[in-house]
């Protein structure tokens, strides 16, 4: 399915309509490059799950947790280059907890990624603010 976005706020609204979707235990592959959206969009997903904190990107702590209705890890990808990066991180523990995990970068962790991992590949659309979003494995 393909959605536009015209501003950062249709973004994060965007998030939130798909977090009143979320069950628990979900994987969000986001794929897209610098300032695409990745954050925002999380911003919009934990509001929509009643989280308080405030998110921003994890990408010096490489992953974040924030609580709501779910628990979601929010994890940044972008210095992972390897499998010993990848272990580093504990992603592979994070996978059984039930929690939302929200993963930026995934291009980098491709191969570690759950078959049934909902992926969201966002592009420039046709003016600064717009973003394309293609999103496979859940309904929006």
Request: charged share 25%; no cysteine; hydrophobic share 40%.
């Amino acid at each position: 399915m393909e959605i536009q976005t015209n501003s950062v706020q249709d973004t994060e609204k965007l998030g939130e309509k798909i977090a009143a979707s979320l069950k628990g235990g979900e994987i969000l592959a986001m794929y897209g490059g610098m300032g695409m959206g990745k954050t925002a969009f999380t911003r919009g997903l934990a509001r929509g799950l009643g989280a308080k904190e405030s998110v921003s990107s994890p990408t010096f702590a490489l992953v974040h947790e924030y609580h709501g209705r779910l628990t979601i890890y929010h994890f940044d990808m972008f210095r992972v280059t390897g499998w010993d990066d990848l272990y580093s991180t504990g992603f592979f523990d994070y996978l059984e907890t039930g929690a939302v995990l929200v993963i930026e970068w995934s291009e980098n962790i491709e191969g570690a990624l759950p078959e049934n991992a909902v992926k969201i590949e966002i592009r420039q659309g046709d003016v600064p603010e717009s973003r394309i979003f293609q999103i496979e494995g859940i309904a929006v």
